[in-house]
């Protein structure tokens, strides 16, 4: 089987949605999705206006088999841009064939290309297999840094604080 990977198009979104479906389902939390396909082809492909978001796609024989959803970052202490890759997701009928690591080779492309620093991500602890796979590309785990979010009610909350 042949990968090629190559940015997401306005007729993707279809086929972005579904694969984020999916990626829910694997990570077992398969009513978390509120996204639609509006909200990515705002993100994406905007009518006016940068996009905020960015995606690349895999396929194979003309069918779509994996996704990266990413966007550019900043580091305050290498003063330069990076990539948060938000998501990387293989249909599970399609791994094994190099779908994941073609569209990670390709995100560090972007990165030496623009004189980028970082390409970052989140991994789910109990993820073992992606785990490994990260790491035989070489990437090195972040422990020493607790996620923290604010969503939701407490975000409303905060947001309406003002000047406190």
Known sequence: MTVTIR???PADVPEILRLVHALAEYEKEPDAVEATEADFTAALFPESGTPTTRGLI????????????WYVTFSTWTGRNGIW?????????HRG???GKA???RLAEICVENDWRRL?????????????????LGSVPQDEWEVHRIDGAELKKLGAAGGI
């Open 7 to 9: 940015d997401a198009a």
């Open 120 to 136: 970052e991500w989140w991994v789910l602890k109990w993820n073992e297999p992606s785990i490994a796979f990260y790491r035989s």
């Open 103 to 105: 569209l990670l080779v």
């Open 58 to 69: 895999a396929e194979s024989d003309g069918t779509i088999i994996g996704m990266a959803v």
């Open 85 to 93: 890759l938000e998501d990387l997701f293989v249909d599970p009928a």
């Open 97 to 99: 064939a190099g779908a």
